[in-house]
């Protein structure tokens, strides 16, 4: 939109929606979610709304894909058509297909796919409203759904963008920093065991500017990590109360 | 780990014995819709969206807006394009790629209805900025996110919810290169009224009103009616191998007729609720 690259995205030491450098934009998560698919997650994420749903292991169609020693995962990434600005085509573009298969590698090595020789797990991401961070927001998403679907996993996988706004590294870049900004670098990680999953960047960073970012990444990544625990609890203590009432009127 | 579910002469067979013996698998009478939730406004990066929740489906459907050239056989006139997704989301069974002949059949019925009632007067004078050369585009994309039965009637009634919740930019003409400006102020999308659908379908002799997804499984025939809030029918389809007989449809307009009115009512009071604000859904 703007071609003022240094357009003022800072005031006060706050960023335009109020923020502090370093705060993580309001969360919400729930599991289980949709009727039809086997695990689901409906995530908001500032102005983000994503919605995912897994399938699976199930059979893999068309069977040469098939691999003889493991479950293949396959993930589609996709804007809605009214998600963005200027109304996209709904036919998938680039940038989807790469988003689609850098989160199919990062929850690959959340889980035992050894366990499901022939199988397939799918995971459909739509982002139904989009506002910087979409990639982060759906790979958090993701990874609920798989565990809502009861598939066995090493651990949650969590996403969140950092990036750098006038020369300064803040948390969390919302649609106008990620691209009035100087640089944006995506981070996911399993947070228990500090493993990277998924790292990217664009933009114009300094060694030590990567060092910094990586270390607010794991920090913001730690809080949406609990967040994640918690909407996965959420759904089972909703079924021990259930079960409780139950007990009780026998 | 459920994933597809096998369906055939069994289920069928349960919903026959069913409804022979005057029942529905979910205790609805024959001619009963399910509960339905209109949340209007729920897309910040859309022009207009709604989301209806339909009994157990889920749809959601959004309105973008552009300016761009008309038909050269309508100089004057805006342009509707009706897009539906049967995304992988919603249903074990449904795969991803360009839509389907179903997914582009239900496009076809929700558009005809907007399109041939007119509630959305394409020659209105706010949607042509520029005659023969600048006008309003309209893309109304809908998204099913669950599938609970009955995608037509909910569609319909969402992709209705999100022109009513529409909005587009002013326009100033810059007089000396008569180029557009669109202005920051927006106005409501003209219109003129609601259209919704009807779906009843047929399950070996019986006609049941807005099917679940058992019902619209176990269907042999379909058929969606389009009724305006003045009474009018804009459009009709007949869908699968099963047939109607001619006493089968009056039944069915009559019915029709009845519940369109309460329907249509619902869409007028999701239209810019509390001046338009945005709401958030939930699941």
Redesign the interface.
């Known amino acids: 939109m703007s071609e003022n690259k240094n357009a003022t995205l800072l005031e006060n030491g706050l960023r335009l929606d109020g923020r502090d450098l370093h705060e993580l934009r309001p969360i919400s998560m ?1 599991t289980g ?6 695990g ?1 997650c ?1 995530l ?1 994420w500032g ?1 983000n ?1 994503i ?3 897994v ?4 059979e893999l169609h068309p069977k040469h894909l098939a691999q003889p020693d493991r479950a293949i995962v396959r993930v ?1 990434y ?1 804007l ?8 996209k085509s ?2 998938p573009r680039r940038r989807e297909y790469e988003l689609s298969k850098i989160i199919t590698e990062s929850l690959n090595h959340i889980l035992f796919l050894e366990k499901f020789p022939n199988g397939t797990i ?1 995971v ?1 991401i ?1 982002v ?4 910087g961070g979409t990639r982060c927001a759906a790979l958090t998403a993701a990874s609920l759904g798989l565990a809502d ?3 066995p996993m090493k651990g949650l996988v969590t996403g969140c963008a950092v990036g750098k706004v006038e020369d300064k590294i803040v948390v969390d870049l919302s649609d106008v920093e990620d691209k009035d900004g100087q640089g944006d670098m995506p981070v996911a990680m399993v947070y228990n065991t500090g493993e990277i999953t998924l790292l990217q960047c664009d933009g114009k960073f300094t060694a030590e500017e990567i060092t910094e970012g990586l270390k607010l990444a794991k920090e913001a990544i730690g809080k949406i990590y609990q967040m994640q625990r918690r909407a996965l609890l959420a759904k089972y203590s909703q079924i021990a109360e259930s079960y409780d009432e139950d007990e009780e009127e026998e | 780990m459920r994933s597809e579910e096998i369906v055939g002469s069994l289920e069928r067979r349960y919903l026959t014995d069913l409804l022979q013996k005057g029942k529905r698998i979910d205790n609805r009478g024959f001619f009963e819709g399910r509960s339905i939730q209109i949340i209007p406004n729920v897309i910040h990066k859309a022009e207009g969206s709604a989301m209806v929740k339909w009994g157990n489906t889920v749809v959601v459907a959004g309105v973008k807006t552009s300016v761009g050239p008309p038909f050269p056989d309508t100089p004057n006139q805006g342009v509707i394009t009706v897009n539906l997704e049967l995304s992988p989301i919603s249903s074990p069974t449904f795969e991803s790629g360009p839509p389907g002949p179903d997914a582009i059949e239900m496009a076809r019925v929700v558009d005809r209805g907007i399109r041939e009632s007119h509630v959305i007067p394409m020659m209105h004078p706010q949607m042509c900025i520029i005659p023969g050369k600048l006008v309003w585009i309209l893309f109304v994309d809908i998204y099913i996110l669950d599938d609970g039965g009955n995608l037509i009637d909910a569609s319909a009634l969402a992709a209705m919810a999100a022109l009513a919740n529409t909005r587009i930019n002013k326009v100033k003409i810059n007089e000396e290169t008569e180029e557009p400006i669109l202005l920051e102020e927006m106005d409501p999308l003209p219109r003129e009224g609601s259209v919704v659908s009807l779906t009843y379908v047929k399950i070996d002799d019986f006609i049941l009103y807005d099917p679940s997804l058992a019902e619209d499984r176990a269907k042999i025939a379909r058929f969606s009616v389009g009724i305006a809030d003045d009474g009018m029918i804009c459009s009709m389809q007949k869908g699968e191998s099963g047939v109607f007989s001619e006493e089968e449809i009056i039944t069915i307009l009559e019915k029709a007729t009845s519940r369109a009115k309460e329907l249509n009512k619902i869409i007028d009071e999701s239209s810019f609720l509390n001046e338009g604000e945005m709401f958030q859904f939930d699941f």
Do not use: H, Q, W
């Open positions: 729930k979610v949709l009727d039809r698919a086997d689901s409906y908001k102005n709304k919605l995912c749903a399938y699976g292991p199930r589609e996709r809605a058509t009214f998600s963005v600005n200027e109304r709904p036919a799918d459909f739509t139904l409203d989009a506002d679907a009861g598939i």
